[in-house]
């Protein structure tokens, strides 16, 4: 081979490799999904709702409880445009969170009220990447934009570890300056959802149980500590305004549309006026065109914004 040859089969090598090892120019990323051209079904089978219509029925009630994916972009953004859109049509509503605790209260109501800044705020309660997603934050700031009350309804994970580990006698104990942090609960749930929950926890070993404890027990005293403590919050706070909008995983909430169904839901019925009504609305990571036969009832209205996308590692 002459070496002009040669240098033309090399610049030809070069100009070939890109091809040869799939190094080819950055895959284009989908468009995001619209909010609003997610259809929301009744969850009475009843066929789709009107996002205007379900922002309307949300905006007349007392408590509206928004039973989220954790950590997904589509459903996250949901809750988050139907919180704004019902705190536009109803200036009297609140918002209270799951994922902000009691102990957060001062904390919230000092940067709703412009005496901390956001950094601050964060700081304070204990904010990161992991733990404070794009709609959280826009639930939080459009609440603050229209100065109304924040409120952190649940229960310190501590407590509800003691919960788990020592039991509920353990926190009767405690302090008067403690015990306004969490709501004990009377008994724990001896129904379906006591049922689901425990099929859901089936595989979890009993690490830190009482003695005489079978090994999910002890968890679902914490899960029932933190449902009757976010229901007593979420009660307290229709004195605020109405609606109350919670934002919650949704295994908390979901099928609250009947009795004994949903520890969260079953609290704060117990907790509010028969004639404040609650209404609940349950995001699904799967995909359907229609409502499903198994998630009649698992809220008055459900949302399917498909699998949680995977984080693609390098």
């Not at 009993?206 to 404890?213: A, V």
Request: negative net charge; proline residues 7%.
């Amino acid at each position: 081979m002459t070496r002009s040859v040669a240098r033309f089969a090399l610049a030809a090598l070069a100009l070939a490799v890109p091809y040869l090892t799939g190094c080819q120019a950055p895959k284009r990323e989908p468009d995001p999904i619209e909010p609003r051209s997610v259809p929301i079904f009744a969850g009475d089978a009843s066929g789709v709702t009107p996002w205007d219509r379900v922002v309307e029925a949300c905006a007349e009630s007392s408590v509206v409880v928004i039973g989220e994916v954790h950590g997904h972009p589509l459903g996250l953004a949901i809750a988050a445009e139907l919180y704004e859109d019902i705190l536009t049509q109803n200036p009297r509503a609140v918002l209270s969170m799951e994922f902000y605790e009691r102990d957060h209260q001062t904390a919230l109501d000092d940067y709703v009220a412009g005496i901390i800044s956001s950094d601050e705020f964060d700081r304070a309660t204990f904010r990161n990447a992991g733990n404070n997603p794009e709609g959280h934050r826009r639930m939080v700031e459009a609440t603050r934009l229209a100065g109304r009350p924040i409120i952190g309804a649940n229960a310190p994970r501590r407590y509800a570890r003691l919960a788990r580990t020592d039991g509920f006698d353990r926190l009767r104990e405690l302090r008067p300056s403690q015990r306004r942090h969490y709501q004990i609960p009377d008994a724990l749930p001896e129904n379906a959802y006591g049922n689901r929950f425990r099929a859901a926890m089936s595989g979890m070993g009993g690490h830190g149980q009482m003695s005489g404890d079978d090994p999910v027990t002890p968890f679902l005293r914490a899960q029932t500590l933190w449902d009757v403590t976010m229901a007593e919050s979420i009660a307290e706070a229709t004195r605020l305004g109405e609606p109350v909008v919670h934002v919650v995983g949704r295994f908390h909430a979901e099928y609250g549309t009947e009795p004994g169904k949903s520890g969260l839901a079953d609290a704060i019925a117990e907790r509010i006026q028969p004639d404040q009504r609650l209404i609940i609305i349950t995001i699904m990571d799967t995909d359907a065109g229609s409502l499903r036969v198994e998630d009649v009832g698992r809220g008055h209205f459900v949302i399917y914004v498909g699998p949680l996308p995977r984080v693609e590692t390098n």
